[in-house]
């Protein structure tokens, strides 16, 4: 026992003789006199410190801070732009994302296949939390029911809620994944340009369907983004210099970094108010158009279809137009109509309806012309019974009261009024085509201008509501339909087809009607697949039509369009059914205003759909264009007719696919357990089971990282370092850890007084370390000298645990 306590107090005279008997053995180490490793010191730092130098050891927190400026202001004005409800929970994604993308950035010895693999689990867990429990209050297997229908295809089945949980879990997603991207890519690609790309395409797209001003953001963004290339690009700098044995001190470091950061401010303040000044910001119609052209000929060359015609559509100074009222009406790729008010209305029913001006038979060149049978015009007194159209009568009769609150453009004076106009109030004049005994009206016009606030009178005959079974398909029934009166003449004007039509267009029609039942099935089914809000989407802005295809091919290609583009396409396809089609312009119902009693149509409402003619039945309303509906309102309802419906979810949130004149956020249902039931009793037990082993696969993940990191790390040291690194490491845990101002010979000193029973085993892994670190070859520990330590170790290792449970005080 005395012993052991005289060997464990040395006399600080037998310190300094191994000291000075090592100072022999290694020449260099007086000259040479490092302070005790940087890794040893790391050990008795705070865990804050140790987890920051982990983190940002080169880049610093200015790199960080920037990146998060930058990143919120993407996720600003995707929040701004009203995707879905609840989106200021979007905020909690990104700053997670940043944190991920950190700590994956620094691994490196572990495949960051893995990693992205398990940041990508990370935030998918993330986006299903916040959307369950912050966003929409609903259980976590509802959303996970959700995406299964999403990504199963059957999405068009689900409510208008659950598309709106599935779509935000996207853009939580989507506000994670920025984060986690941007912060791999600069401290680990150090390729900041992309993020700043990426940044500016998401938020340049998201700001076309931002109601307030929020341009002022981009300046928000780019003034970061800048300043974090300029850091990232003196880090990579700085790193490249160190490997390559340039000493550096803090005082230069800090010099250098000051003057780099301050001439990237002085090129940030040149470039950006230069930039502000160009007529970009101006004219976001014009760059879009642009960039729409571009992509028209990027996809014509890729078609090899490029021609001179093509190539000119990029000289255009301006956007195309449409005109809506006239003898003929052109499509284009863009439509914008005034928002103010042109009109109001009120029948005697109390419900909204369509109002109908002319309509247009014949289609080439994607151009919609009246019929060149015209039989001329007729005129009609004030109040005077018009004939009916096709010659069918209903009993559905209404009366509408139409106020102009300012005049509406157009070749020709025309009325509005709901379908089957029979009585006018003011004199009229209407444009028919046909023949002998079978002629039907295309238009209705006044023989004098209506003045503003002019009010005028019409009774409707309307057509028949519901549905139609008796009616079998031209090519079933031949006779049926040539039995009609008024057949032959509408198979002249109402089957014609442009000659230039794809084939493509037919398969998709007979792919659609395959399996119908009788011509009024087939065109329901036509119309259900074209107003799936799901597949197409409803845009004013599109890229133009190349000059070598027609409209409903360009419309099955791309999936967008406004309205004559889906109008246009379903009547074509009900011509090659062999049905009489044709194109109406006019009004939607446009909304409901409460305080006055009248349903306000305004010149964005302006729009086409499509009739077709039915034997006995005469001209039945279709509504192909996805978002509307020509089913009737009560007034009381004080809502719009056309239903605004949730974007299509697609790859790349981007664009708002609702009509832009009529759309209105459905408020969500707040009983979201009817909105989507679990598909079976089990479904509760198989979503913890599958949060389980989620758990688990990243705990396992985790535990995969840290060993092999530490088993790397442990490979690139020398035998009796890591062996000495792993003692400090294993005392640290205890509280023993080195002190930075202690030299080995120290240490050692303060660790033998809490291990006696090994303290020969302390200061044998002592010498060899030091004489391993630092001296010369020749006294570098020898092989046997290694292995007698390695046997040693189990058992210093095992007292070094003791420590955790038994420590002496000091």
Request: proline residues 6%; glycine residues 4%.
């Amino acid at each position: 026992m005395r012993s052991s306590l005289i060997d464990s107090q040395r006399a600080p005279s037998e310190i300094e003789s191994k000291q000075q008997e090592l100072r022999n053995q290694v020449p260099y180490h007086s000259s040479l006199q490092p302070p005790f490793p940087h890794r040893a010191t790391s050990t008795a730092a705070s865990p804050w410190s140790t987890i920051t130098r982990f983190l940002v050891p080169q880049e610093g927190w200015l790199a960080f801070l920037l990146l998060a400026i930058a990143l919120y202001s993407v996720v600003v004005v995707i929040v701004s732009a009203e995707w879905v409800h609840f989106s200021y929970y979007l905020y909690i994604c990104p700053i997670v994302g940043l944190f991920v993308g950190l700590v994956v950035s620094k691994l490196p010895y572990v495949p960051q296949a893995l990693l992205h693999l398990l940041a990508c689990m990370i935030g998918h867990v993330l986006a299903v939390w916040v959307t369950s429990v912050y966003a929409f209050h609903a259980p976590a297997q509802v959303v996970l029911v959700g995406l299964q229908a999403a990504f199963s295809g059957h999405m068009a089945y689900e409510s208008s809620v659950m598309s709106e949980m599935v779509f935000f879990f996207y853009l939580a997603f989507l506000c994670f994944f920025l984060g986690y991207f941007g912060s791999w890519l600069v401290y680990r690609a150090r390729l900041p340009w992309l993020v700043a790309l990426v940044y500016c395409s998401i938020m340049l797209v998201n700001l076309n369907y931002v109601k307030s001003n929020y341009n002022y953001l981009l300046l928000v963004m780019l003034a970061p983004l800048i300043l974090l290339i300029a850091r990232i690009q003196l880090a990579a700098r700085l790193a490249q210099w160190t490997n390559e044995g340039l000493y550096t001190d803090r005082a230069w470091l800090r010099k250098i970094t000051g003057r780099c950061m301050q001439a990237s401010c002085l090129i940030l303040l040149l470039t950006l108010p230069l930039g502000w000044l160009l007529p970009v910001q101006s004219q976001p119609e014009s760059g879009k158009v642009l960039w729409d052209r571009i992509n028209l000929i990027w996809n014509t060359a890729m078609s090899g279809d490029l021609s001179w015609n093509t190539l000119s559509t990029l000289a255009s100074s301006t956007p195309d137009t449409t005109n809506y009222f006239g003898n003929q009406l052109a499509i284009s790729n863009s439509i914008h109509l005034s928002d103010s008010e042109v009109m109001v209305y009120v029948s005697s029913d109390k419900k909204s309806h369509y109002l109908e001006s002319s309509t247009l038979s014949q289609f080439n060149n994607n151009t919609w012309t009246t019929s060149p049978r015209d039989t001329g015009q007729q005129e009609f007194a004030a109040n005077m019974r018009l004939p009916l159209d096709s010659g069918h009568s209903s009993s559905n009769i209404v009366s509408t009261t139409v106020t102009l609150t300012q005049p509406i453009g157009g070749s020709k004076n025309y009325l509005f009024a709901p379908a089957q106009p029979i009585i006018f109030s003011v004199p009229t004049q209407i444009y028919a085509s046909g023949g002998s005994g079978g002629s039907t009206a295309s238009a209705w016009t006044q023989l004098d201008p209506l003045k503003q606030n002019e009010s005028y009178r019409v009774v409707s005959s309307l057509p028949h509501q519901g549905t139609v079974n008796d009616v079998p398909l031209p090519d079933d029934d031949t006779n049926f339909w040539q039995s009609d009166a008024y057949y032959y003449w509408l198979s002249i004007s109402y089957l014609q087809k442009p000659q230039d039509l794809s084939s493509r267009v037919a398969q998709t029609a007979a792919q659609w009607t395959a399996g119908a039942t009788n011509a009024y099935d087939a065109l329901k089914r036509i119309e259900s697949h074209l107003n799936n809000p799901h597949v197409f989407t409803y845009s004013v802005d599109n890229a133009p039509i190349p000059p070598n295809k027609d409209v409903v091919d360009w419309l099955l290609e791309t999936h967008t369009g406004y309205c004559t583009y889906y109008a246009s396409a379903m009547a074509v396809m009900g011509r090659l059914l062999h049905i009489p089609t044709r194109l109406v312009t006019g009004f939607s119902s446009g909304k409901y205003d409460p305080t006055r009693g009248v349903w306000s149509v305004s010149g964005s409402d302006a729009h086409s759909w499509v009739q077709a003619y039915f034997p006995g039945y005469g001209w039945l309303d279709f509504e192909p264009t996805p978002g509307y509906s020509t089913q009737s309102q009560l007034a009381t309802n004080h809502a719009p007719t056309p239903v605004a419906t949730q974007p299509a979810l697609k790859p790349t949130p981007t664009l708002k696919s609702v009509p832009t004149h009529t759309s209105q956020k459905q408020q969500p249902d707040q009983t979201y357990q009817q909105a989507a039931q679990p598909k079976d009793s089990g479904s509760q037990l198989t979503l913890w089971l599958a949060l389980g082993l989620l758990l688990c696969a990243i705990i396992f993940f985790a535990c995969a990282i840290i060993v092999r990191r530490r088993r790397l790390l442990d490979a690139t040291r020398p035998a009796v370092s890591s062996l000495f690194w792993r003692a400090c490491r294993v005392a640290s845990w205890a509280g023993l850890g080195p002190k930075s101002w202690q030299t080995p010979y120290e240490y050692t000193e303060m660790l033998s007084y809490h291990l006696p029973q090994k303290d020969a085993s302390l200061w044998q892994l002592t010498d060899l370390f030091v004489r391993e670190r630092w001296g010369a070859t020749p006294h570098a520990p020898g092989e046997q000298e290694a292995i007698s330590l390695k046997r040693s170790w189990p058992a210093l290792r095992a007292r070094l645990l003791r420590l955790l449970l038994f420590r002496k005080g000091k």
